[in-house]
């Protein structure tokens, strides 16, 4: 069965430090998007990403965030200056049509 | 905008008890509705997902919901809680847009005591 997979699944980092985390969507999907969830909180919304470009994202996703769909299967999210606040999981979604998203497992990121 | 309010951030059922976790929702163009299931440690599991048409969804591991748009809610239920069920469950929306996001509430902790 297709599924979404993430790397890595835990990275532990130092505050100021640039993490990219990735993800391979399922193949025929076509929107992609990333979520967090902090520790004992719910998920949050990021950024959606459709024909190659952010079709929208949350106030959390600043300047310090940004996507990427560098080679037509993956798909990045990177943290250009980590803060100790983006310690998170981060979960890539794809979905094919409006509807059902499909996650993956998730990366945990720490920072230190 | 929408938004989902899962009362009850905690509920604790004995093992064979009926389970019943609910969800209200907010969304001014109709909407579909999802329950997740997140077990510890491991990413968003669907449950069981409304659309559009039969508005009694039945998902896995016996769980079932039902849309009652006058109600503006979504409840997920199951007759009989397993001890496998124990776990965190999420109820989201989402507009029928091609893009749209889902947005999730805050969860339910559920746990199933002996």
């Known amino acids: 069965e297709p599924e979404v997979t993430q790397t890595p699944s835990h990275q532990v980092t130092q505050m100021g430090q640039e993490v990219i985390l990735r993800c391979v969507p399922i193949?025929?999907?076509?929107?992609f998007y990333w979520y967090r969830q902090i520790l004992g909180q719910k998920v949050e919304f990021l950024v959606s990403?459709?024909?190659?470009?952010?079709?929208?994202k949350s106030e959390i996703f600043d300047d310090q965030f940004s996507v990427e769909r560098p080679d037509g299967s993956n798909f990045t999210l990177k943290i250009r200056s980590t803060k100790l606040e983006d310690s998170a999981m981060y979960f890539c979604?794809?979905?094919?049509?409006?509807?059902?998203?499909?996650f993956g497992e998730g990366s945990r990121l720490t920072v230190l | 905008a929408q938004s989902v309010t899962q009362l009850g951030s905690h509920v604790s059922v004995s093992e064979g008890a009926l389970v019943l976790l609910r969800c209200n929702y907010s969304?001014?163009?109709?909407?579909?509705l999802f329950w997740y299931v997140q077990y510890p440690n491991q990413g968003l599991q669907l449950l069981l997902k409304?659309?559009?048409?039969?508005?009694l969804v039945k998902g896995i591991n016996g769980f079932e919901a039902e849309f009652k748009k006058s109600e503006t809610s979504f409840h997920l239920t199951k007759p009989s809680a397993h001890m496998s069920d124990a776990a965190e469950y999420f109820c989201?929306?989402?507009?029928?847009?091609?893009?749209?996001?889902?947005?999730f509430g805050t969860g339910t902790r559920l746990q199933v005591t002996l």
């Open positions: 409304y659309t559009t048409g039969a508005t």
């Open positions: 990403f459709y024909n190659n470009e952010i079709s929208e």
């Open positions: 969304s001014s163009v109709p909407p579909y």
């Open positions: 193949s025929n999907h076509l929107y």
């Open positions: 979604a794809s979905r094919e049509l409006p509807g059902e998203l499909f």
């Open positions: 989201a929306v989402s507009s029928t847009g091609t893009a749209s996001k889902l947005t």
